[in-house]
T-cell receptor, first 115, second 117 residues
């Protein structure tokens, strides 16, 4: 069974600073990888996804993530954080099981942005 | 194009009462999911439908939870009777068929927040 670990429960950064949120996964084959963002009282919005090919993927709102197979990681980065980026971020891993597809989420990282 | 629609957004009930949540997926999405999200946690799958068939309900507590998707479009999740520990957000998501455009990506509704007193 696949699993996801987000080691950081809560991260605080200053506006304009760079950001990296960590994500490690466990899955026996090449996974589908996702980052979702959730603002308070809202559903989950997809930031970016990796299926195959280029290991550096670009997403919305200036976010990017890099798939590193050797480290089983898919860390999310942004060069300059804006106050509106304050939210909870979830990493998710999907198997490539076709009709048995399953998407498993990490516990999330809460991002606070200081002015 | 309309997104995933859920109702009600908020529901407050007393324990032992029944409650139902409704979800209308994105048009053309044959796969529908119900997830449970406890406070400060990531979403956890309750049940997944392929059209009208429940293909993964292994995490659904069947003693008090039930779900249906009668015509393969919208779905209802019911809890009867509700317990204090059921207070959470119930998220519905849909996705297109695996192997097609958007493979693996789930599109989420805004959720239904349940408070059991």
């Amino acid at each position: 069974a696949q699993s996801v670990t987000q080691p950081d429960i809560h991260i605080t950064v200053s506006e304009g600073a760079s950001l990296e949120l960590r994500c490690n996964y466990s899955y026996g084959a090449t996974p589908y990888l996702f980052w979702y963002v959730q603002s308070p009282g809202q559903g989950l919005q997809l930031l970016l996804k990796y299926f195959s090919g280029d290991t550096l993927v670009q997403g919305i709102k200036g976010f990017e993530a890099e798939f590193k197979r050797s480290q089983s990681s898919f860390n999310l980065r942004k060069p300059s954080v804006h106050w509106s980026d304050a939210a909870e971020y979830f990493c998710a891993v999907g198997n490539s099981g076709g009709s048995n597809y399953k998407l498993t989420f990490g516990k999330g990282t809460l991002l606070t942005v200081n002015p | 194009e309309a997104g995933v629609v859920q109702s009600p957004r908020y529901k407050i009930i007393e324990k032992k009462q029944p409650v139902a949540f409704w979800c209308n997926p994105i048009s053309g999405h044959n796969t529908l999911y119900w997830y449970l999200q406890n406070l400060g946690q990531g979403p956890e799958l309750l049940i997944r439908y392929e059209n009208e068939e429940a293909v993964d309900d292994s995490q659904l507590p069947k003693d008090r939870f039930s779900a249906e998707r009668l015509k393969g479009v919208d779905s209802t999740l019911k809890i009867q009777p509700a317990e204090l520990g059921d207070s959470a957000v119930y998220l519905c998501a849909s996705s297109p068929i695996i192997g097609g455009p958007g493979t693996g990506e789930l599109f989420f509704g805004e959720g239904s927040r349940l408070t059991v007193l």
